[in-house]
């Protein structure tokens, strides 16, 4: 069965960074397109970053751009968030989420296509 198993997150000051990984297993992780996305309790997911199965193009929340860099090794079925320059309201449980009905670049924000979700890891900002 497909697995996704989120780590790296922690607690760190704000203007630091923190990279979040995500390693995959049981399926065909290069034929995947790979999501990033947070929570906080009582809101909706938001969606973060995503990027296509080949790795060439990339999506990022208006929020996080040019802060965050998401990053795929199809060779270790892992995909990363690289976060920089860290903002208190980053603070959420961030997941990553894979599945087949993610096709197209502008599927990759919608969190119902994704079929498959991590645990999710705690990243926390203080000011």
């Known amino acids: 069965q497909v697995q996704l198993v989120e780590s790296g997150g922690g607690l760190v000051q704000a203007g630091y960074s923190l990279r979040l990984s995500c390693a995959a297993s049981?399926?065909?992780?290069?034929?995947?397109?790979m999501g990033w996305f947070r929570q906080l309790p009582g809101k909706e997911r938001e969606f973060v970053a995503g990027?296509?199965?080949?790795?060439?193009?990339?999506y990022y929340a208006d929020s996080v751009k040019g802060r965050f860099t998401i990053t795929r090794d199809n060779a270790k079925n892992t995909v990363y968030l690289q976060m920089n320059s860290l903002k208190p309201e980053d603070t959420a449980v961030y997941y990553c989420?894979?599945?087949?009905?993610?096709?197209?670049?502008?599927?990759?924000?919608?969190?119902?296509?994704?079929?498959?979700w991590g645990q999710g890891t705690q990243v926390t900002v203080s000011s």
């Open positions: 989420a894979t599945g087949p009905r993610v096709v197209s670049s502008r599927d990759l924000c919608t969190a119902g296509l994704y079929d498959y």
């Open positions: 049981g399926l065909a992780f290069s034929s995947f397109s």
């Open positions: 990027i296509r199965r080949s790795g060439g193009v990339n």
